[in-house]
């Protein structure tokens, strides 16, 4: 017997059914925006991902050297890929361009709880524009679709900051500071040690006897505050922005869900803007549920024209873990709209033509493929939920009759083939009952 590789997972039918309807939802919801899905490679040149990340990002990537003598790796994430795609075509493309995919990813990394080598991923990016009102779309189409999931104004938050607005007041008290180290610091804050957290801030060149004011700046919540406390145009311009988004979102439902915070940095270091996170707002799951941003430098450093971008990502185990959580992780339950069972030798091809009507019709029907006996067909059809069973017999069929059994009460009735299934899309018992 082989075991599964560390790290990667496999779903039973039952685990899948589950999946497969909160995918639905969310693809459903992102639709409904005008998103438009794309496909996307699970392989990649290594040095895409260098590029974008540094050559130590190679220990955490699955990548070897193909037949070809290419180094390639599997796809950790979509961003970088999605943004090549963008830069390829995007001269040619209508603006904005909206696009999402679900996929899986690969990423070579430590084991731990939510956290796998191989997981889902769902990616909704807008490009081509850098007006408040993209920003606000990303956030509140998050919000919905989590709300189609079944979450409500408890069971989710979103904290919104700005990656300008954080590096400006970094500088206010350190013009040197090595912003990008001090961000990725801030989004470390709540996961280290205090000591820790210093010790980065002041290897990023930040004074040590200025951390106690940062950390009060950083706890404010209010942007009118905020903008009292700090100086700049540059400040005042990512606090517009912020109350521009803010402005939009009030008008829809994702208002009950947004708050402002600075604490929010977000390590990666391609965000430009906007940012924000969604946590669970009851705080038993403490990691981050997924987040996104604003991104307008990527495209164009990845070699393609300068493109505004902005959007948001999220793993399928970290979004599992709220679902189950609040209880709005949807039910496991299988079911089979007919089982067609087969009585005698000379049904088969009657069975078979039922069957390929009742599917033309959008239904889910199995039938014997295993030479079982009556009450071995009767028993199979109780363990795959099926609603209706219907029985095809050798006596029947000789009056042009077949029999149809209501599961859930064992009701039957004999029905004339001339009748079934009639017009009926799903012809149930009651269908043909008082007939």
Request: with cysteine.
């Amino acid at each position: 017997m082989h075991d599964r590789l560390k790290g990667f997972r496999e779903f039973y039918p039952e685990e899948m059914a589950s999946r497969r309807r909160v995918f639905n939802s969310i693809e459903n919801t992102v639709r409904s925006y005008g998103f438009k899905e794309i496909g996307t490679p699970s392989l990649e040149h290594t040095q895409l991902y260098i590029d974008k990340s540094g050559s130590e990002i190679v220990d955490h990537l699955y990548s070897f050297t193909d037949q070809g003598g290419r180094d390639i790796t599997l796809t950790p994430e979509l961003t970088p890929t999605v943004a090549r795609m963008v830069a390829l075509r995007g001269k040619s493309l209508p603006k904005p361009i909206k696009w999402f995919s679900t996929r899986p990813f690969w990423r070579y990394e430590q084991v731990q709880q939510g956290r796998f080598r191989e997981f889902y991923q769902t990616n909704v990016d807008i490009f081509g524009s850098s007006s408040p009102a993209a920003d606000a779309e990303i956030i509140v189409c998050a919000a919905h679709m989590l709300s189609n999931l079944g979450l409500e104004k408890g069971d989710f938050t979103f904290l919104v900051s700005h990656r300008s607005l954080l590096s400006d007041i970094l500088k206010s008290f350190s013009p040197t500071v090595d912003f990008i180290a001090a961000i990725r610091a801030i989004d470390k804050k709540e996961k280290i040690e205090n000591q820790l957290y210093e010790t980065l801030l002041s290897e990023a060149g930040f004074p040590l006897s200025s951390i106690d004011d940062l950390d009060d700046i950083l706890s404010l919540t209010d942007l009118s505050e905020i903008a009292e406390l700090s100086h700049g145009d540059s400040i005042q311009s990512a606090i517009q922005n912020l109350e521009n988004i803010f402005d939009i979102i009030s008008n829809t439902s994702a208002e009950k869900h947004c708050s402002i915070s600075l604490k929010t940095a977000r390590g990666l270091d391609y965000y430009t803007g906007f940012i924000f996170e969604c946590f669970d707002a009851s705080g038993e799951v403490s990691r981050s549920i997924f987040g996104g941003g604003r991104y307008d430098n990527l495209i164009q450093d990845l070699g393609g024209p300068s493109i505004p971008a902005v959007g948001f990502a999220f793993g399928d185990a970290t979004l599992e873990k709220l679902l189950l959580r609040t209880g709005t992780w949807p039910s496991s339950n299988l079911l089979t709209d007919y089982y067609i069972i087969q009585v005698g030798d000379n049904t088969h091809e009657s069975a078979i033509q039922l069957a390929h009507t009742l599917r033309d019709r959008g239904n889910t029907v199995e039938t014997d493929v295993s030479g079982k006996k009556f009450k071995a067909q009767l028993d199979y059809s109780n363990s795959i939920n099926a609603e209706t069973v219907i029985i095809v017999g050798e006596r029947d069929l000789k009056e042009n009759k077949i029999t149809i059994k209501k599961m859930s009460t064992g009701e039957e009735i004999q029905v004339s083939l001339d009748h079934f299934p009639g017009t009926n899309t799903s012809p149930k018992y009651e269908d043909y009952a008082t007939k």
